[in-house]
Every structure is written in structure tokens, then in C-alpha cells.
């Protein structure tokens, strides 16, 4: 991310240094020209936020290094001199080093063996989350997945003696482990050198006496059981999860010291903001995790009008008030446009549509406006020969004929992928497909991006559509192909 800083103020900085609170927000983001280096101003500048917030100041805070100290404080502890009961905790990532590949057979087994080592799940939570998994016959419908376990329990250290003791049986039990190949999963001389070190450490990463890292921020029902939904404030995996977008935030590969600082603070607002919806507890979550500078989607605003790409959409009302509604072209009519694409996209529910439906769906799209109803006219994608530029055709070749028969031979409809403003109806369905899904989601264990799930679901809607055999007959709706391409670029 700091190669991207041009003009002056290329080569100044070499380093960020990040701050988190519990909801995964970043309170403070400063380059530094090296690690650890300049931090004091970035330190005093956060004490002064709490005292004139007047909020408490942090019970504990999880670092990378410089966790204790053998000899007086911590540079840590000296930094935050304020906030006298602060406890620094040192986050959990080292063992991983002393491996000679995560693509190793035997990785996963040895760190979730590792996981087991250092923690220990309630079992109060375990009992209920079991109980809910079961049917009423009593028998277990699925296997508890470890997302599920932690997304609905707690877990704790176990302490020092017992986390030292289980270690070390791990390291002697995985120590000469090999794949087929040969190819052995520890590094000897590098595990020997990490365990030597953070034996000593092992009571910086025991959870602090007094302090709640497990925040409630909502709660589902299952197997007629209240299920409590958790975050975790251990660690710095939030920050973590911040650091894959943080090089995101500055479009292309260079910037000046002021657009740098500008994308900066722009995607920190944008992040914190959905961070903030996400700690309220029952709050709505948002709809766009996009934080990419170059094609970022922002969020309509609740009411009339909003915002999308830029460009300015008058959400109509679902229930007709009898005004007249202008849509994002200027023209009027769009109440009837999203009510037959509001009507349209709850065919996802089912897999047909029903006779008494589609004779609804018929009588929305007489009431459409005649504009609405004609045949779309797609906007030109391709040129036969280039009209300007360096590469222009000298002379014109048409041959009379051709078109009509590509048109003929591609059918209506057909041919390449289109835009959806290309048509308001296909517009309207997009803009309520991209409030509904604000991020992807795992289909068949697949895991699929935002504008994938969009894009599969309009695809959905159009299988339905065509094949109804009611609404071809008495209607001209032509849900045109649109591919990941031209809605992104929408």
C-alpha cells in the first residue's frame, strides 16, 4: 500500500500502523517510514479521543510483539501511560511459521490440534447448541460445523500449566510427521526456535480476569431454541480481515499525498460505518461491503432518492398513492415499472408461475407506460469497422442485407450481453436484487461473490419468465441476458 504514494512523498513511508476496538472499527491508521517507529503522537492522539468522549478507557489490548517486559514496563504500557489498568495480551499467530507449507497434508489437522491446545469451549454453550441441532425424534439432523460452534459459543485459555502440557504433546506427536511425498510438516530449527520463545509468553495469550470479549449482537431460533449470536473482540482478526482491503482503498498504482490521504479516510468512513451497523444488536445490516476505490456501489438512501454508481434512482412506493412517479430517465410511470419488478422477483420463491399469478403479472404490465411496453432498444456494443482514430476504416463496406439477417438468425433477445439501464424494468429488478443481497453467500460449499448470487438469480427469474407460457402470450417482457461484466459496469 505505501508504494503507491507518488510525487513528494514517494518513499516516506514504509509501514501502517492500525488500532481496532472491539466491533472490529479501526480508530487510528498511521504510515510510519518503519515498524513501531513514530507511534507516541498516534498514542497521545487516541487517549485524548477517549478523555474528551468521555468514555472508559480500553481494559486490555492485543499486540503483535512487545507484549511483557523483564525489566520495568512495556514500550506499550509507557506508550498509553493514561490508561493505568490496561492489560496487553500478545495475539495467537506464531506456531504457523514453523511449518514448511500450509498446503501440507497434516496442516489443518495440526492446527486444529493447536486451537484445542489454548482453548476450551463452554460446554453450557456446546449442550445448547447441540440440543438445538437435534430433530424431534431426536436424532441429529447435521454435524456441528466449527463456524456454527463459533458463531454460538464462547470459548476461554485453559491457563498456563495446561496449555504448556498440551502443547508440547503436540509438537512431540506431529514432530516427524511426512506426506506421501516425504515432504515433512514442521521445520525443526524453526519450531525449536518459536517454542523456546513463546514458552515464555504463554501467559501473555491467556484471556485477562475481568474483562467480557464475547458481545451478543443478535440471536436466531432453532429446533424451537433462542440461539445467541456472538463476536469475539480476541485478538487482532478484525484487523486482519482490514488489512486485506486497506491496499483497495487507493485505486490504480500510485496517488499523491493528498488523494492518498483522501481514498484513505474514505474507505476508513465507509468500513467503520459497516462495522457500526453490524455491532447494534437486532440492527439491519447493510448492504454493500464493496471497498474497492474503483468500483465501490454505495448505498441508496432510505426514502425517494438515492444513489447508485453516481447516478440518481427515485425508489417508488410500493402501494400506488396515485402520484405519478419519475423514474431515473426523467419519465414518468416508474410506480408501475417497480411493481411489476417487485412482483417479478418474488418468483424466486417458487419454482413456476401459477395461472392466477401470471394473469396479475399480465395485468401489470398493461398498466405500464407505452414506452415501457415497446421493444428494447439496446444500446450499439460492437463496431463492423471503426469509424475514427489512428485505425479508421478508409472506406465504407455495408453489405445490404446483412443485418436484418443477423437480427433473423439471433432472435429477440438474443446475442450479446446488455446493460440493464437498457431497459427500466430489468433496471428496477437489479436495484431491488442489489438491496436484498448486500454480500455473497455459500452455495454447495461453493463460496459465491455478491454480484454472482445476483446474477444467478436473475437468471432464475428469466427461466421462469420464458417459460410461462401465459405471460409470452400477452405480454412483450424481455428479461435480456446481462452478465457479471456489464452489471458491474452498470
Known amino acids: 500500500m505505501t508504494k503507491k504514494l507518488a510525487g513528494s512523498a514517494a518513499g516516506t513511508a514504509a509501514w501502517v ?34 478523555r474528551e468522549a468521555q468514555e472508559p478507557p480500553p481494559r486490555v489490548l492485543y499486540v503483535d510483539r512487545e507484549c511483557c517486559s523483564l525489566t520495568g514496563q512495556t514500550k506499550v504500557v509507557a506508550m498509553f501511560h493514561e490508561w493505568d489498568r490496561l492489560v496487553v495480551r500478545l495475539d495467537v499467530r506464531r506456531f504457523a511459521r514453523g511449518v514448511t507449507t500450509e498446503s501440507h497434508h497434516f496442516y489443518g489437522q495440526f492446527m486444529a490440534r493447536l486451537s484445542y491446545s489454548i482453548f476450551e469451549w463452554d460446554k453450557d454453550d456446546i449442550a445448547r447448541r447441540e440440543k438445538a441441532n437435534m430433530s424431534k425424534e431426536g436424532e441429529r439432523i447435521t454435524k456441528l ?59 501473555c495469550i491467556q484471556d485477562p ?16 431454541i433462542r440461539l445467541p449470536v456472538y463476536r469475539c473482540a480476541r485478538g487482532s482478526t478484525s484487523l486482519e480481515s482490514f488489512h486485506l482491503h486497506l491496499c483497495r482503498f487507493i ?12 481514498y484513505l479516510l474514505e474507505g476508513l468512513a465507509r468500513w467503520n460505518e459497516n462495522r457500526a451497523r453490524a ?32 447516478r ?50 399480465v395485468e401489470l404490465w398493461l398498466k405500464l407506460t407505452d414506452r415501457d411496453k415497446a421493444a428494447v432498444s439496446f444500446p450499439p456494443c460492437h463496431q463492423d469497422r471503426l469509424v475514427k482514430g489512428r485505425f479508421k476504416t478508409s472506406r465504407s463496406a455495408h453489405t445490404p442485407g446483412v443485418d436484418s439477417v443477423q437480427r433473423a438468425f439471433l432472435g429477440k433477445g438474443a446475442g450479446a450481453a446488455q446493460t440493464p439501464k437498457a431497459s427500466r424494468l430489468v433496471e428496477a429488478m437489479f436495484v431491488e436484487l442489489c438491496q436484498v443481497h448486500y454480500e455473497g453467500r455459500t452455495i454447495a460449499g461453493v463460496r459465491v461473490n455478491r454480484w454472482g448470487v445476483i446474477m444467478r438469480e436473475y437468471n432464475t427469474i428469466r427461466d421462469i419468465v420464458v ?9 412483450s417482457i424481455n428479461l435480456f441476458l446481462v452478465n457479471q461484466r456489464t452489471l458491474m459496469q452498470w
Open 209 to 224: 480476569q475481568g474483562v467480557e470479549l464475547y458481545t451478543k449482537t443478535g440471536e436466531i431460533r432453532r429446533g424451537g
Open 145 to 203: 460445523s466449527s463456524r456454527e460452534v463459533a458463531r454460538h459459543c464462547h470459548r476461554r485459555t485453559r491457563g498456563v500449566p495446561e496449555t504448556e502440557r498440551l502443547i508440547q504433546e503436540l509438537l512431540d506427536a506431529f514432530w516427524d510427521v511426512k506426506d506421501d511425498l516425504g515432504v515433512p510438516l514442521i521445520d525443526h530449527a524453526q519450531m525449536e526456535e518459536i517454542w523456546s520463545t513463546q514458552r515464555r509468553h504463554l501467559h
Open 251 to 262: 485505486p490504480g498504482n500510485s496517488a499523491s499525498a493528498l488523494h492518498f490521504q483522501v
Open 17 to 50: 500502523t492500525n488500532v481496532g476496538n472491539e466491533h472490529g472499527q479501526v480508530l487510528m491508521s498511521v504510515l510510519t517510514a518503519a515498524e513501531g517507529d513514530g507511534l507516541l503522537p498516534m498514542a497521545a492522539g487516541l487517549m485524548q479521543r477517549y
Open 279 to 310: 455491532a447494534v444488536e437486532g440492527a439491519p445490516r447493510t448492504r454493500t461491503h464493496c471497498y474497492n476505490a474503483t468500483a465501490q456501489l454505495r448505498p441508496a438512501h432510505p426514502g425517494v432518492r438515492g444513489s447508485h454508481h453516481g
Open 467 to 475: 417459460s410461462c407460457q401465459t405471460l409470452m402470450a400477452n405480454t
Open 312 to 361: 440518481k434512482l427515485h425508489q417508488a412506493h410500493r402501494e400506488y398513492t396515485g402520484k405519478d412517479v419519475i423514474g431515473p430517465d426523467g419519465l414518468g410511470g416508474y410506480q408501475h415499472v417497480t411493481a411489476l419488478a417487485h412482483t417479478l422477483v418474488e418468483l424466486l420463491h417458487q419454482a413456476f408461475v401459477p395461472q392466477h399469478q401470471a394473469w396479475q403479472i
